[in-house]
C-alpha cells in the first residue's frame, strides 16, 4: 500500500513539473518586447467592430511574436498585428482573405485580389489614391505609407459619415489603446470640388472590393 501511495506522488510530481515547463515555456516564448513598455497588456481586447470583430493588443509597435493566428481553420496572420486584424474583418465579414505579406504596405503594391474562402473565387481589389474621386466605402482597406513604423499600416473602414465628413476606422496596433467606442479612429475628410482627401499622416489611400462578396456565406464566426 505505502508503495501504491509512493508510486502516485511520484506521478503526480512529474505532472506538476511537466504543466509548469509547459507554462514557463510559452512565457518564454512571447518576447521582451511584448512585455515591456506595453500601451495595453500583450492580448488584451482593444475593442470590438460593429460587426462583433475583436482587436487585440500588440503590446507596443515594436512587438512581434510570429505567433500564427487561425478563425476557425482559416490562417488570418501574425498575432496581433494590423496584417491579422484585417484579414481577420475580412474573413468575418466577407468570407474571403487576402495573400500574404511582409509588411502591411505591399497590401499596396502586391495584393491586387482577396480570395473568396467557400468557392476560391478571386474577387479584385482597386486601388484608389487618397483624393480619389470615388470615396472610401465600408470595407475598403486604408493602406500607409512604409515611412510609417517602416511597415507602413492597414485599418479597415467601418463607417462612412457624409453629413459630418468623417469615416471610422477598425484596427490593431496602431497605438495600442483602448477605442472609445466599437471604431479604433475617427478620420476627418474633405471633398475638394470632385476628389475626396482623408486628412490623415502617411495615408496612401484605400483598397476597394470591386465586386459583392456575400457576407457569412459559409457560417464563420462573428466573435472574431
Given at each position: 500500500m505505502r508503495s501504491i501511495h509512493l508510486l502516485f506522488s511520484v506521478i503526480s510530481l512529474i505532472a506538476l513539473i511537466s504543466i509548469s515547463s509547459c507554462a514557463y515555456d510559452a512565457e518564454k516564448s512571447i518576447p521582451a518586447s511584448c512585455q515591456t513598455k506595453c500601451v495595453t497588456p500583450y492580448g488584451a481586447v482593444l475593442g470590438v467592430s460593429?460587426?462583433?470583430?475583436?482587436?487585440?493588443?500588440?503590446?507596443?509597435?515594436?512587438?512581434v511574436t510570429y505567433h500564427p493566428n487561425r478563425l476557425n481553420g482559416v490562417y488570418t496572420g501574425v498575432k496581433w498585428q494590423c496584417v491579422e486584424f484585417a484579414r481577420r474583418w475580412l474573413l468575418v465579414n466577407r468570407n474571403a482573405v487576402y495573400g500574404e505579406v511582409e509588411i502591411a504596405v505591399d497590401i499596396w503594391n502586391k495584393i491586387n485580389h482577396i480570395t473568396h474562402v467557400a468557392t476560391q473565387k478571386k474577387i479584385p481589389l482597386e486601388s484608389r489614391l487618397n483624393g480619389s474621386t470615388q470615396a472610401p466605402q465600408v470595407g475598403d482597406l486604408l493602406i500607409y505609407a512604409e515611412v510609417f513604423y517602416e511597415t507602413g499600416h492597414v485599418a479597415v473602414v467601418t463607417e462612412v459619415n457624409h453629413e459630418s465628413g468623417f469615416i471610422e476606422v477598425a484596427e490593431q496596433n496602431y497605438k495600442n489603446e483602448v477605442w472609445p467606442g466599437n471604431y479604433a479612429r475617427r478620420i476627418k475628410f474633405i471633398k475638394n470640388g470632385d476628389e475626396?482627401?482623408?486628412?490623415?499622416?502617411?495615408?496612401?489611400?484605400?483598397?476597394?472590393?470591386?465586386?459583392?462578396?456575400?457576407?457569412?456565406?459559409?457560417?464563420?464566426s462573428r466573435s472574431g
Open positions: 460593429t460587426s462583433g470583430v475583436k482587436a487585440y493588443s500588440n503590446c507596443q509597435s515594436e512587438c475626396y482627401w482623408l486628412l490623415d499622416s502617411y495615408l496612401l489611400g484605400w483598397k476597394h472590393i470591386q465586386s459583392q462578396v456575400v457576407s457569412n456565406q459559409a457560417g464563420v
